[in-house]
């Protein structure tokens, strides 16, 4: 999942700036970055459910806090890149 996360986010943030930057008049490349974008997407959705499963997990079997406070930062940083990410392909 860490691999995952090294791959998306730079991506994410160069399609970001490519957005706030005025992006392109061309429709092909337009449409290239807002399909990939949308890829993206579903994956994290994925990869947020399972953040949320081993939340759960670590919610019923682990009495540790440390881990539960983890995990749950884990499942919050994912809703907060997804609705980032949504938010970008609204813009496009």
Do not use: C, D, H
Not at 3 to 14: D, G, M, V
Not at 19 to 26: A, F, H, Q, R
Not at 49 to 75: A, R
């Amino acid at each position: 999942m860490n691999l995952f996360l090294a791959l998306i986010i730079p991506l994410s943030f160069w399609a970001s700036s490519f957005v706030l930057n005025g992006g392109t008049t061309k429709p092909r490349l337009r449409q290239l970055l807002t399909w990939s974008l949308i890829i993206i997407y579903a994956i994290y959705i994925i990869v947020t459910l399972v953040s949320i499963y081993l939340f759960l997990k670590v919610f019923m079997y682990s009495k540790e806090p440390f881990l539960l406070l983890l995990s749950l930062v884990g499942v919050v940083s994912s809703l907060i890149f997804i609705w980032l990410l949504r938010q970008l392909i609204t813009l496009l």
